[in-house]
């Protein structure tokens, strides 16, 4: 018995008197004092001890004990060629090809009988691709059994094969097959001499033959499974590989070319457990990983297979494969921004018209996408009625983002893919979207093919109504009828005719018709009400809404209607009753919160209507009155920091919706951030065409100094157009950035008749100064005073212009000023001066410490200040006040000798003859001036 085990008996003979309490810690002691006594001894074993225990273990089965006593063995002398070699065998056995490689050489070369090595190292080298040390061994060698000449044989003419050597393997196949031998591998050898023949259909026959003698030979399988393959027949060459993993279950090479072929071959039941045992191996590899996404996804198992597809990719995968599971199977679950995450990184890859665009592009449309979608959907081709839903929602999704140029394209592509009622019916109302007729063309087809349908005979008759087709309309109704005459739809499509036709006895019948097929339907109270309102009885309407907002106190057309009749009768509240209540009870609907926010305006109420809408949670599934609403409110309450936010925020979520564009195109305007609304109306007009649009783009033009573009835009526009307000004042900038003043008149007059703002009388002053009509100037700046006593900008230019001709009147305009805006440097700083003027030196002091204080870079401030200093006798601290400003370039001659004749008073002469020598006066006023201060100072 070996000591090994004699020391695990002892253990287990002693282990139960661990669990006595008494003479548990005795004991203990004692049992350690024993093994350390017999680990002692063991530490004493030759290595032919060792050895002959691991042979003891290995005959038992207990391998792990072996290799551990052979181990030993080499740790006591390193040089015992006999336990490497054991080893190496063992290590072999286990498929630890690189150890046993390792130990085998060391064996070998420390003089273990190579004639026992030299098998089993071929098997070693041929394991771990080691060709070049395989075609180095002799396969003759003296001592060798022809059977182990032939495999040896084999195997070195397989690396030669592999290393391109070819005539060399042609030799040593030729030798193998002289061997006087039945061994299966020399008939391998022929199969061999096949291959390298290139007659790859016989060698393949030849090795099904083989089979017969040696159905389980590793090497037959595997090269019998390769044949198989070269031969373009992967299903057999799957089989044989299956086979050999049988056989060979530890090779994880094979296992997983095994994995990869299966799921090649749609099979992909039969490659799930094979990936899955090399997953147990590896549960982090990027192959294994795509290769279960891709079973998970075939089996419609989309959640694991994104799952697997993601562990492949974060662990460096970047297959294509692996992002298109993953997305396809993201996109089945509705998870579509994951979807888009993995499709659109490789979609530049994939080529035009694979399947994985359309997904990417249905992806792109239900995650806000639009543009994106559409650029995609430009790459594919072979279209065919399976994609007439995507591009109609494409096209849907376009229109809704304002981007009609783009929708055109789409539209045209998808016209004709289908004749489905459904796909018809969208491909109409897309077509009517874009103010395409020919959509009406479509709705018929659609009513056409499926006269049941409800939606589209409903999209027709709304077609037809919009564009005041009545005739059609009523035949609609009459066909309806007939047709469905157990639902009122097609009466109330009559009764809307008859009511288009002022004939409202025929209305009332369709309605009635109507109303009894279907006496609680909202559609038909509705039209019954309409019809009050059009036989102007208001109690009858009124009515007929409270009974209709008992049974549905939600309905928001009613509720609406409800409100604008009891206002017009002079009791908005109670008109806003209802509202109020059913918010009470559903605080959180949004139609109800913003149609609240539009009575609050209605009455001028906006602080209430701002306080309801931020009640509102804001997402882009909001509709455009919540959104024009808040944007009005906003303007309204002056709040424009906040509307800035709110119009860029709407156009993130619709970046050409007109309302939008059109209240962030006014408020850049009104902070003079001509730049960015010039982009804006061209990001506009590239998507969409619109006339409105244009003239505004003229506007942001000239405002931008492009007045060759200004003017290009403006001569394509038609006469009506070149005659509106707006166009005719930026006309009239044209011509004054022209030099034609006088030519600006009429025009500026125009635009300031039509909308007179602070931008419109400016221009228009401009143009009276600019061609000499300065009393016309003066006039129109006080009659727009009179009527906008608060325009603290007109109020200034006036002043400015009274300065000269009525001081008393511009003191006592900047006066105001100051009390519209107390912080205003240029009105501290010109009534100082005034003030100054009029020798009230105290109180135009403090106006210009005022306006220094507020604004102390600016030269014409800092003048002023110094100025009265030095009126006061304050020489010093005008010197220092001017000191702020003197350091840089001032190009006004009249300050610069203000601060000249400062600093002569403050006997600052040097200084002052260095100023003078450093500057060069232009104006001759400013030269006499000059030659007068030199003198008096005698300089």
Same mark, same amino acid.
């Given at each position: 018995?070996?000591?090994?085990?004699f020391?695990?008996?002892?253990?287990?003979?002693?282990?139960?008197?661990?669990?006595?309490?008494?003479?548990?810690?005795?004991?203990?002691?004692?049992?350690?004092?024993?093994?350390?006594?017999?680990?002692?001894?063991?530490?004493?074993?030759?290595?032919?001890?060792?050895?002959?225990?691991?042979?003891e273990?290995?005959?038992?089965?207990?391998?792990?004990?072996?290799v551990?006593?052979?181990?030993?063995?080499?740790?006591?002398?390193?040089?015992?060629?006999?336990?490497?070699?054991?080893?190496?065998?063992?290590?072999?056995?286990?498929?630890?090809?690189?150890?046993?490689?390792?130990?085998?050489?060391?064996?070998?070369?420390?003089?273990?009988?190579?004639?026992?090595?030299?098998?089993?190292?071929?098997?070693?080298y041929?394991?771990?691709?080691?060709?070049?040390?395989l075609?180095?061994?002799?396969?003759?060698?003296e001592?060798?059994?022809v059977?182990?000449?032939?495999e040896v044989g084999?195997?070195?003419?397989?690396?030669l094969?592999?290393?391109?050597k +070819?005539?060399?393997?042609?030799?040593?196949?030729?030798d193998?097959?002289?061997?006087e031998?039945?061994?299966?591998?020399?008939?391998?050898?022929?199969?061999?001499?096949?291959?390298i023949?290139?007659?790859?259909?016989?060698?393949?026959?030849?090795?099904?033959?083989?089979?017969?003698?040696?159905?389980?030979?590793?090497?037959l399988l595997s090269?019998?499974a390769? &044949?198989y393959? +070269?031969?373009e027949?992967?299903t057999?060459?799957?089989d044989?590989?299956?086979?050999?993993?049988?056989?060979e279950p530890?090779?994880?090479?094979t296992?997983?070319i095994?994995? @990869?072929?299966?799921?090649?071959?749609?099979?992909?039941?039969?490659?799930?457990?094979?990936?899955?045992?090399?997953l147990?191996?590896?549960?982090?590899?990027?192959?294994?990983?795509?290769?279960?996404?891709?079973?998970?996804?075939?089996?419609q198992?989309?959640?694991?297979?994104?799952?697997?597809?993601? *562990?492949? *990719?974060n662990?460096?995968s970047?297959?294509?494969?692996?992002?298109?599971?993953?997305?396809?199977?993201?996109?089945?679950?509705?998870d579509f921004?994951?979807?888009?995450?993995?499709?659109?990184?490789?979609?530049?890859?994939?080529?035009?018209?694979h399947?994985?665009?359309?997904?990417?592009?249905?992806?792109?449309?239900?995650?806000g996408?639009?543009?994106?979608?559409?650029?995609?959907?430009?790459?594919?081709?072979?279209?065919?009625?399976n994609?007439?839903?995507?591009?109609?929602?494409?096209g849907y999704?376009?229109?809704?983002?304002?981007?009609?140029?783009?929708?055109?394209? *789409?539209?045209?592509?998808?016209?004709?893919?289908?004749?489905?009622? /459904?796909?018809l019916? %969208?491909?109409?109302? &897309?077509?009517?979207?874009?103010n395409?007729?020919?959509?009406?063309?479509?709705?018929?087809?659609?009513v056409?093919?499926?006269?049941?349908?409800?939606?589209?005979?409903?999209t027709?008759?709304?077609?037809?109504m919009?564009?005041n087709?009545?005739?059609?309309?009523?035949?609609?109704?009459?066909?309806?009828?007939?047709?469905?005459?157990?639902?009122?739809?097609?009466f109330?499509?009559?009764?809307e005719?008859?009511?288009? #036709?002022n004939?409202?006895?025929?209305?009332?019948?369709?309605?009635?018709s109507?109303?009894?097929?279907?006496?609680?339907?909202?559609?038909?109270?509705?039209?019954?009400?309409?019809?009050?309102?059009?036989?102007?009885?208001?109690?009858?309407?009124?009515?007929?809404?409270?009974?209709?907002?008992?049974?549905?106190?939600?309905?928001?057309?009613?509720?609406t209607?409800?409100?604008?009749?009891?206002? @017009?009768?002079?009791?908005?509240?109670?008109?806003l009753?209802?509202?109020?209540?059913?918010?009470s009870?559903?605080?959180?609907?949004?139609?109800?919160?913003?149609?609240?926010?539009?009575?609050?305006v209605?009455?001028?109420?906006?602080?209430?209507?701002?306080?309801?809408?931020?009640?509102?949670?804001?997402?882009?599934a909001?509709?455009?009155?919540?959104?024009?609403?808040?944007?009005?409110?906003?303007?309204?309450?002056?709040?424009?920091?906040?509307?800035?936010?709110? !119009?860029?925020?709407?156009?993130?979520?619709?970046?050409?919706?007109?309302?939008?564009?059109?209240?962030?195109?006014?408020?850049?305007?009104? %902070?003079?951030?001509?730049?960015?609304?010039?982009?804006?109306?061209?990001?506009?007009?590239?998507?969409?065409d619109?006339?409105?649009?244009?003239?505004?783009?003229?506007?942001?033009?000239?405002?931008?100094?492009?007045?060759?573009?200004?003017?290009?835009?403006?001569?394509?526009?038609?006469?009506?157009?070149?005659?509106?307000?707006?166009?005719?004042?930026?006309?009239a900038?044209?011509?004054?950035?022209?030099?034609?003043?006088?030519g600006?008149?009429?025009?500026?007059?125009?635009a300031? /008749?039509?909308?007179?703002?602070?931008?419109?009388?400016?221009?228009?002053?401009q143009a009276?100064?600019?061609?000499?009509?300065?009393?016309?100037?003066?006039?129109?700046?006080?009659? !727009?005073?009179e009527?906008?006593?608060?325009?603290?900008?007109?109020?200034?230019?006036?002043?400015?212009?009274k300065?000269?001709?009525?001081?008393?009147?511009?003191?006592?305009?900047?006066q105001?000023?100051?009390?519209?805006?107390?912080n205003?440097?240029?009105v501290? #700083?010109?009534?100082?001066?005034?003030?100054?003027?009029?020798?009230?030196?105290?109180?135009?002091?403090?106006?210009?410490?005022r306006?220094?204080?507020?604004?102390?870079?600016?030269?014409?401030?800092?003048?002023?200040?110094?100025?009265?200093?030095?009126k006061?006798g #304050?020489?010093?601290?005008?010197?220092?006040?001017?000191?702020?400003?003197?350091?840089?370039?001032?190009?006004?001659?009249?300050?610069?000798?203000?601060?000249?004749e400062?600093l002569?008073?403050?006997?600052?002469?040097?200084?002052?003859? %260095?100023?003078?020598?450093?500057?060069?006066?232009?104006q001759?006023?400013?030269?006499?001036?000059?030659?007068?201060?030199?003198?008096?100072?005698?300089?």
């Amino acid at each position: 018995m070996s000591k090994i085990k004699f020391i695990n008996r002892i253990k287990n003979k002693l282990g139960s008197t661990l669990s006595s309490g008494q003479n548990r810690k005795k004991t203990s002691i004692a049992v350690v004092l024993l093994i350390s006594l017999f680990l002692s001894a063991c530490s004493q074993k030759t290595s032919q001890e060792h050895i002959a225990a691991a042979e003891e273990f290995y005959a038992e089965g207990d391998v792990s004990a072996a290799v551990v006593e052979l181990k030993n063995a080499i740790q006591l002398d390193p040089k015992l060629a006999s336990a490497r070699f054991e080893l190496g065998k063992i290590y072999l056995e286990q498929k630890s090809f690189e150890a046993a490689e390792k130990e085998l050489s060391r064996a070998q070369d420390l003089g273990y009988p190579e004639v026992e090595v030299l098998p089993l190292l071929t098997r070693a080298y041929q394991r771990t691709g080691a060709n070049t040390a395989l075609v180095a061994l002799d396969h003759e060698m003296e001592g060798l059994t022809v059977v182990e000449k032939a495999e040896v044989g084999f195997l070195k003419a397989q690396s030669l094969l592999q290393l391109n050597k +070819v005539e060399e393997a042609r030799v040593l196949v030729q030798d193998i097959l002289a061997l006087e031998t039945s061994s299966v591998y020399k008939g391998l050898a022929g199969v061999l001499r096949l291959i390298i023949e290139q007659e790859n259909e016989d060698a393949l026959q030849q090795s099904i033959e083989l089979q017969k003698q040696a159905p389980l030979n590793k090497d037959l399988l595997s090269l019998t499974a390769r &044949l198989y393959l +070269v031969n373009e027949q992967p299903t057999e060459a799957a089989d044989i590989y299956a086979e050999y993993v049988k056989a060979e279950p530890e090779d994880a090479e094979t296992r997983f070319i095994l994995a @990869r072929m299966l799921i090649d071959l749609n099979r992909s039941d039969e490659a799930e457990p094979h990936v899955d045992t090399l997953l147990k191996i590896n549960d982090k590899n990027a192959l294994l990983n795509k290769l279960k996404g891709i079973v998970r996804a075939a089996d419609q198992d989309f959640v694991n297979g994104q799952k697997y597809s993601e *562990i492949a *990719i974060n662990n460096g995968s970047v297959d294509p494969i692996s992002r298109l599971v993953a997305g396809y199977s993201a996109y089945q679950q509705a998870d579509f921004e994951g979807a888009v995450g993995h499709l659109s990184t490789i979609a530049t890859s994939l080529p035009d018209n694979h399947p994985g665009l359309r997904i990417l592009a249905a992806s792109q449309l239900q995650t806000g996408l639009t543009s994106e979608a559409s650029d995609l959907l430009g790459r594919l081709g072979n279209l065919t009625s399976n994609d007439a839903t995507l591009f109609s929602k494409a096209g849907y999704e376009l229109v809704k983002r304002g981007e009609n140029k783009r929708a055109v394209e *789409i539209i045209e592509r998808s016209d004709g893919l289908s004749d489905d009622t /459904d796909d018809l019916t %969208r491909l109409g109302v &897309l077509k009517l979207s874009v103010n395409n007729i020919d959509g009406i063309l479509d709705l018929e087809s659609a009513v056409e093919k499926s006269p049941e349908s409800v939606t589209a005979k409903s999209t027709l008759a709304t077609a037809y109504m919009a564009s005041n087709q009545l005739d059609k309309a009523s035949e609609l109704a009459s066909e309806w009828k007939k047709e469905a005459s157990n639902l009122p739809e097609g009466f109330l499509l009559a009764g809307e005719v008859a009511l288009r #036709n002022n004939d409202l006895v025929t209305a009332e019948s369709e309605f009635l018709s109507a109303s009894a097929i279907a006496p609680n339907n909202t559609k038909v109270q509705m039209a019954l009400i309409g019809l009050e309102l059009r036989k102007e009885d208001i109690p009858a309407a009124i009515s007929k809404l409270e009974q209709l907002l008992e049974e549905s106190p939600d309905y928001v057309p009613a509720l609406t209607a409800y409100y604008a009749l009891k206002n @017009r009768e002079g009791s908005p509240d109670e008109g806003l009753e209802p509202i109020l209540s059913q918010l009470s009870k559903t605080p959180e609907n949004n139609q109800l919160l913003v149609l609240l926010s539009q009575v609050y305006v209605q009455q001028s109420e906006y602080e209430n209507a701002l306080d309801t809408l931020n009640k509102v949670t804001e997402d882009k599934a909001l509709d455009t009155a919540y959104w024009g609403t808040k944007g009005t409110v906003l303007l309204r309450l002056n709040k424009l920091a906040q509307a800035d936010e709110h !119009y860029t925020k709407w156009l993130s979520f619709s970046p050409n919706n007109r309302d939008a564009a059109m209240g962030k195109l006014l408020l850049l305007d009104s %902070r003079n951030d001509y730049q960015v609304g010039l982009t804006l109306t061209q990001d506009y007009l590239e998507s969409r065409d619109d006339p409105q649009m244009e003239v505004l783009q003229s506007y942001f033009l000239i405002m931008t100094g492009k007045v060759e573009e200004a003017q290009s835009l403006i001569d394509s526009f038609n006469p009506n157009v070149k005659n509106l307000p707006l166009v005719r004042g930026v006309t009239a900038r044209i011509k004054l950035r022209q030099g034609d003043a006088k030519g600006a008149v009429d025009d500026a007059k125009a635009a300031y /008749d039509d909308n007179p703002s602070t931008k419109s009388v400016f221009l228009l002053a401009q143009a009276y100064d600019l061609s000499g009509q300065e009393a016309e100037s003066r006039s129109l700046l006080s009659s !727009y005073l009179e009527n906008n006593p608060n325009d603290l900008r007109v109020m200034m230019l006036l002043a400015e212009k009274k300065i000269e001709s009525d001081k008393n009147t511009a003191i006592n305009m900047y006066q105001d000023a100051l009390k519209l805006d107390e912080n205003n440097s240029v009105v501290l #700083n010109n009534l100082a001066y005034l003030l100054t003027q009029e020798g009230q030196l105290d109180e135009a002091a403090g106006l210009a410490k005022r306006a220094f204080d507020l604004n102390p870079n600016s030269p014409a401030v800092v003048d002023t200040y110094a100025q009265i200093q030095v009126k006061q006798g #304050n020489t010093d601290d005008a010197v220092e006040t001017y000191s702020r400003v003197m350091n840089q370039e001032v190009d006004n001659e009249e300050i610069f000798l203000n601060y000249v004749e400062a600093l002569l008073l403050n006997g600052s002469k040097e200084i002052a003859k %260095r100023r003078i020598t450093e500057r060069s006066l232009k104006q001759e006023e400013s030269k006499q001036r000059l030659s007068s201060l030199k003198a008096k100072f005698n300089i």
